[in-house]
């Protein structure tokens, strides 16, 4: 079994052929994917999608693009929808992205605090976005996520990032990117991850592997990223999958429990 750990079903790419990209997904060995919420809308649709296909789990999270919008309404709210919902699998995504989000650094900050206060209260891990926050994405966890169970997502930073990431506690999920001609820094995390720190995720629509690049991604596509993995790990595709989804099990703990 393949567990796709980070999607966006719910996006307009996926309008037209939804059931034939989770056909393909099966068929590919991708036996459940977390459908991943990013904003308000796309949370209550990750629920309603979850319920809807057996395969499917959801998350609760605002992208920091968005993080105005989080308050502690909308968390008290959430947390009544995760106590209703047992396919709610974790909190997320949220973070840092001082990249190409609008929100201020302080205002992202106090929105992921509180994605972590809720991750915490209930017990489930937190799907975490990091992009060119200069280490203060680590700093908010350090601070704020005590007992809290992290999956750095879409890892794309150097190998002191992860191995902070590791010792921290945290795992790293890696995506296609892997694949791209341009990526050795990223290839080189990856022949040093510990076995019991990765999983892999196609963050689909976007960011397809090389053999598919340009097109729409989708999970069946996370079969290349865990060839990558094998390849550089000096593995078996086979073992990297059954490791990869142990490791799924154990963050996620709801998927086992469904």
């Known amino acids: 079994m393949i567990i796709d750990t980070h999607a966006h079903l719910m996006f307009s790419q996926f309008s037209d052929d939804l059931d034939d990209v989770i056909q393909r997904a099966k068929d ?85 605090i509180l994605h972590l206060e809720l991750a915490r209260k209930v017990d489930l891990p937190v799907i975490v976005h990091n992009r060119g926050t200069n280490g203060d994405c680590m700093k908010v966890l350090n601070k704020f996520a005590d007992g809290v169970r992290c999956l750095l997502h879409c890892f794309g930073n150097d190998l002191e990032c992860a191995k902070r990431a590791w010792d921290r506690g945290c795992m790293t ?29 196609t963050d689909s629509p976007f960011l397809a592997p090389q053999v598919h690049r340009g097109r729409r991604n989708e999970p069946a596509y996370v079969t290349e990223v865990i060839k990558i993995i094998a390849d550089l790990k000096g593995m078996s595709s086979e073992e990297i999958a059954r490791v990869s989804t142990e490791n799924a099990l154990r963050l996620f703990t709801r998927i086992e429990q469904t």
């Open 173 to 201: 999920s890696f995506t296609g990117i892997a694949t791209y001609y341009k990526a050795e820094e990223l290839r080189e995390v990856i022949r040093e991850v510990p076995l019991d720190k990765f999983m892999v995720e």
């Open 28 to 112: 590919s060995g991708v036996e459940k994917i977390i459908n991943v919420g990013c904003s308000i809308e796309s949370s209550k649709q990750s629920i309603k999608m979850a319920q809807e296909h057996d395969c499917l789990y959801a998350t609760l999270g605002v992208h920091p693009h968005d993080a105005a919008l989080v308050n502690s309404q909308l968390i008290e709210e959430w947390e009544k929808l995760i106590k209703d919902n047992e396919k709610v699998v974790a909190i997320g995504e949220c973070g840092l992205d001082y990249v190409k989000s609008d929100a201020s650094p302080g205002v992202q900050k106090e929105a992921f």
